[in-house]
């Protein structure tokens, strides 16, 4: 007997990017410092408004994840800059050519952690 659904993996990533690519967009409606790319750490946000309560789920998410899966989703959505596939690369150690493969996995772990899997998209 199969306890868990099976999911499509293209549609929950994509569900996944469409949250974390909004990251940056959703501190600044927010009035919340982005993070300094020298420090992938996550502040204390209280949730006073939804915006800020937005931040705090997708934190506590992110918060969840392997330390490779949360650096390159901190270094690719959360940093005040945007790292280069290149610059990525060096920073968690693995090669550029990685990246992308890394950053799929990280975006399936996220998608999973977010609110107890609430992205998920089944077949």
């Known amino acids: 007997m199969n306890v868990l659904k099976e999911i499509d993996e293209k549609a929950s990533i994509n569900q996944g990017k469409?949250?974390?690519t909004n990251y940056r967009r959703l501190s600044r409606i927010a009035g919340v410092k982005l993070?300094?790319?020298?420090t992938p750490m996550f502040k204390e946000i209280s949730a006073d408004n939804e915006y800020k309560a937005m931040l705090?789920?997708?934190n506590k998410a992110i918060s969840m994840l392997k330390e490779v899966s949360l650096e390159v989703i901190f270094y690719t959505y959360c940093s005040s800059s945007k790292l280069t596939h290149y610059q990525l690369g060096n920073r968690v150690g693995?090669?550029?050519g990685s990246i992308d493969r890394?950053?799929?996995r990280a975006i399936s772990e996220f998608?999973?952690?977010y609110?107890?899997?609430e992205l998920l998209v089944y077949k």
């Not at 993070?35 to 020298?38: A, F, I, L």
Request: charged share 25%.
């Open 115 to 117: 609110k107890q899997g």
């Open 35 to 38: 993070y300094d790319p020298d």
């Open 102 to 104: 890394l950053l799929i």
């Open 56 to 58: 705090v789920e997708i």
């Open 18 to 20: 469409g949250i974390l």
């Open 94 to 96: 693995y090669a550029q």
């Open 111 to 113: 998608v999973e952690c």
